[in-house]
């Protein structure tokens, strides 16, 4: 076998990727918003409409011929590491998710969760029919609305010094559950063409990786702590993880489902104590990044011209699906119409999970060409209105009586 | 000479080396203050939650370090996903010593050898084990008190040495 491509070729546009993410996601920080907005625009920076035209340009100069190296932000080398970086945060999201603190959330949290998928997922799907998409299309851009990223409402909460409250519990634990109905739904789409099929598969994945995981889970890593190498339990925990990642991807439910249901495991041991630190290590300081400059490298620049009305009403949908879908849960969990309304405003942000599901539908082919561009476009704007406007309604509906 | 002693010392059962004062070692219920829990923190490096102090079912333990991480100026993760840990003095989401403690425990028995003590202790970086019966608080083992054992185990296993030769 010949390597046509060597890690070499790639390792220029990594180092810039890695840099440009961190500087970017340091900016935000500082203005209080979230990195991934930066890392997101350190990716449109890169990407073919930035610096990306500048790629494998080559000028002389007296005489010197200079040769700029290539940018590849959308090679197949560069998708692997994206790729990985999905996969490990998340496993990530899975080893932070603690089965036991989930089962004490209470009923307002449920309710809330629920209403802030269904509402949004119908909503989401009827703007995308409305404006021409595909049946297929239009449940992908209602299952992009379904999962809150809740960073920056935690973050407001706390300010408003309101996080210990019954509204910041609640939202804080149904953003939790949102994500994983998030993950599911869409697990559950994929294979709508084979209903009998993934219900069957579905069945197994869970029966086999999830229950039967649970009660050896114990046993398999003090044995994997049997192995007295450095880091050796790690090596196992992330063979775990791939194996997880892979069965599930078989199973036709994709790897994060897997990836995420290796970390729910994990996170119930003892010993995930000491690989949690680990695996945050290699997800944050280099494969994730990469995924999200991923995302923004990807983008066609142009798709945004066109999907002005279409994008604008999504974000509209978005918020009002969010606001009405969890305030009516709370309401109905018997919260106050304030609260209710507290509560619903806390999960509008979308970032991290509305993405993932954006990108693996794009590389799996369920959406292809300018559909693909214009989804992904507008589900990039989506995320950045939804997290920047969440902290000014937030605080509105703590500050004005009604 | 030294290697019988430590294989001797190694082979020594937890309750026969654990202090007998139970009413000395830091205990707290898990519905207990967090104030009450710094308060204990003035003269103890951790403490043992119980369930309750009659049922003295050990649920967990708060250390110096989970103390910090509550104490130092909140820095919020950068992704928002999964479920952040929001625990924080200064904006008052602990309230009670089981919103602090960790519950993923290592334990040791009374029937268990000083050698597998040690084990734990180097493998899990940590220098206090809770020693219990079934669910039970029954004592506590620190590296310290075995430091301490083992000093005077060389004092005490040279003398009969001495003896013997002699």
């Given amino acids: 076998m010949i390597f046509t491509v060597t890690i070499v070729d790639i390792a220029f546009s990594l180092a810039l990727a890695l840099i440009i993410a ?108 409305l404006f021409g998409f595909s049946w297929q299309e239009s449940i992908l851009i209602g299952l992009m609305l379904v999962a809150t990223s809740i960073g920056v409402t935690v973050r407001t909460l706390a300010d408003l010094h309101v996080l210990n409250t019954n509204v910041g519990i609640t939202v804080l634990g149904a953003a939790v559950i949102d994500d994983v109905l998030g993950i599911i739904a869409f697990a559950l789409i994929l294979g709508i063409y084979n209903p009998l099929q993934i219900g069957i598969t579905i069945t197994i994945f869970f029966l086999i990786f999830l229950y039967l995981g649970l009660k050896i889970i114990d046993k398999v890593m003090n044995l994997g ?46 010993q995930s104590k000491k690989i949690s630190d680990d695996v945050k290590a290699i997800g944050y300081s280099f494969f994730v990044p990469l995924f999200f400059v991923g995302v923004g490298a990807s983008v066609d620049l142009t798709a945004f011209l ?97 | 000479m030294k290697n019988r002693l430590i294989t001797g010392f190694y082979e020594l059962k937890i309750k ?70 929001i625990r924080s003095l200064q904006y008052e989401t602990v309230t009670t010593a089981k919103d602090l403690m960790s519950t993923k425990m290592i334990s040791c028995g009374p029937d268990d050898t000083i050698k597998n003590v040690l084990q734990k202790m180097a493998r899990y970086q940590i220098r206090r084990l809770p020693v219990v019966d079934g669910k039970k608080l029954v004592g506590e083992i620190t590296l310290h008190q075995m430091i301490q054992r083992y000093y005077e185990a060389t004092q005490y296993y040279s003398l009969v040495e001495n003896k013997k030769e002699g």
């Fill in chain 1, 306 to 402: 066109v999907i002005g009305v279409f994008s604008v009403v999504v974000i509209i949908v978005g918020i009002i699906g969010k606001i009405v879908g969890c305030g009516i849960g709370a309401k109905l969990a018997g919260m106050s119409l304030r609260h209710s309304l507290q509560v619903g405003v806390g999960m509008i942000p979308r970032m991290e999970v509305a993405l993932i599901i954006v990108s693996i539908a794009i590389s799996r082919g369920l959406i292809t060409g300018d559909v693909a561009h214009q989804i992904l476009a507008t589900t990039i704007v989506t995320t950045i209105v939804t997290t920047l406007i969440t902290p000014f309604l937030l605080k509105a509906t703590f500050k004005y009586r009604f």
């Fill in chain 1, 225 to 270: 702590e049997k192995i007295n190498l450095p880091k050796s339990l790690l090596s196992i925990s992330l063979a775990i993880f791939l194996f997880y990642s892979f069965f599930a991807d078989r199973c036709g439910i994709t790897g994060i489902t897997g990836a995420f249901v290796a970390g729910l495991l994990i996170g119930q041991t003892i």
């Fill in chain 1, 22 to 129: 961190r500087v970017m996601g340091y900016f935000f920080d500082k203005l209080k918003q979230p990195t991934v907005i930066g890392e997101i625009i350190a990716g449109i920076l890169l990407g073919g409409f930035g610096l990306g035209v500048l790629s494998g340009f080559t000028f002389s100069f007296f005489g010197l011929t200079i040769s700029l190296p290539q940018l590849s932000y959308t090679s197949d080398e560069f998708r692997f590491f994206a790729d990985l970086g999905i996969l490990l945060l998340m496993f990530i999201i899975g080893l932070e998710t603690s089965i036991s603190k989930l089962k004490e959330v209470g009923k307002p949290t449920f309710f809330v969760a629920f209403g802030g998928v269904i509402l949004p997922l119908i909503l989401g799907s009827i703007a995308g029919t």
């Fill in chain 2, 16 to 85: 026969q080396v654990i202090d007998k004062r139970i009413w000395d070692i830091p205990v707290i219920e898990e519905k207990d203050d967090i104030e009450n829990v710094l308060k204990i923190f003035g003269r103890r490096h951790h403490v043992w939650v119980l369930k309750s102090q009659k049922s003295k079912e050990l649920v967990g333990v708060i250390t110096e370090h989970d103390i910090l991480s509550i104490l130092v100026p909140k820095k919020f993760s950068a992704y928002g996903v999964g479920m952040p840990d």
